[in-house]
């Protein structure tokens, strides 16, 4: 993977310490994913990010919501699903997510996107002194190969370093 721009992360990395700030304060678990979830798992800076995707459970989602927009974060858009916010130019979607009737892990009004049940492991990462917890390999693995979109450099990338995640986990 390509090494980031150091503004890239000067602007990203202190927005997640932030919401991770007034989140954990509001007492909200959430978890990073995509791009940066990677990065996060890799220990370093890797490429730019277009946003910062998250998620949380959707019985959190007053909380996240009033928490964030005290922060200064504002809404951007809000769907069942997710809500985006923007803070200092800066995108950040939280995906929503519950179980279903069996007790897997599904995301919120979109049942038939189920999740690994290691997918949301307790323990915290760290990136350039923030701190968050990170969606396990494993699942990023299986969004990414389960994306039906065609596949983007970034993607194939994104691939191969979770595949040298996980290997190395086996």
Known sequence: ????????????LPTIERWRVALSAADVRFWLRGGWAIDF???????????????????????????LTAAGFRVVRETEKQVDFEERGVDVTFVFLTRDGEGRIVTHAIPEWTWR?????????EL???????????QLLKEKEGDPRPRRPKDAESI??????????C
Do not use: F, K, N, Y
């Not at 993977?1 to 000067?10: I, R, T, V």
């Open 1 to 12: 993977m390509q090494a980031a721009s150091s503004s890239m992360a000067g602007e990203q």
């Open 41 to 67: 798992l890799i220990g370093r800076v890797t490429r730019t990010h277009e946003d910062v995707d998250a998620v949380t459970w959707q019985r959190h989602r007053r909380r996240l919501r009033e928490a």
């Open 160 to 169: 191969a370093a979770l595949r040298r995640l996980v290997g190395a986990r």
């Open 128 to 138: 350039d002194g923030v701190a968050c917890r990170v969606v396990s390999a494993r």
């Open 117 to 125: 049940p290691d997918a949301l492991p307790p323990a915290w990462r």
